[in-house]
Every structure is written in C-alpha cells, then in structure tokens.
C-alpha cells in the first residue's frame, strides 16, 4: 500500500518544483479564470492571445 501512496503524492504535489515552476501554475490558474469569465468566442481568443504571448 506504501507505493501506491507515493504514487499519489507525486501525481498530486502541492509543493511548488521551482519557482518558475509556481509562476506558470498561477498564470495558467489566471488564464483558466478569464476563460471562464469571456463574454463571447472572440473575447476568449483575445484572453488566449494575450495569455500566450506572456508565456
């Protein structure tokens, strides 16, 4: 039962691996975020054009 524990913990790690690593997981949180809040398709190609141009 112990690996399959470890198995979970490395598959759901909360723990930041870096700190450019933790930058890019709030930004996407971020980009999930405005995604949910466009009003119309072209809304969200302008959110999704400006979120990967950052990246």
């Given at each position: 039962?112990?690996?399959?524990?470890?198995?979970?913990?490395?598959?759901?790690?909360?723990?930041?691996?870096?700190?450019?690593?933790?930058?890019?997981?709030?930004?996407?949180?971020?980009?999930?975020?405005?995604?949910?809040?466009?009003?119309?398709?072209?809304?969200?190609?302008?959110?999704?054009a400006i979120f990967a141009r950052h990246l």
């Amino acid at each position: 039962m112990r690996p399959f524990a470890q198995i979970f913990a490395t598959m759901f790690d909360r723990e930041p691996q870096g700190r450019e690593a933790a930058k890019r997981r709030q930004i996407h949180r971020e980009w999930d975020r405005q995604r949910a809040r466009a009003l119309s398709p072209s809304d969200r190609d302008e959110i999704d054009a400006i979120f990967a141009r950052h990246l």
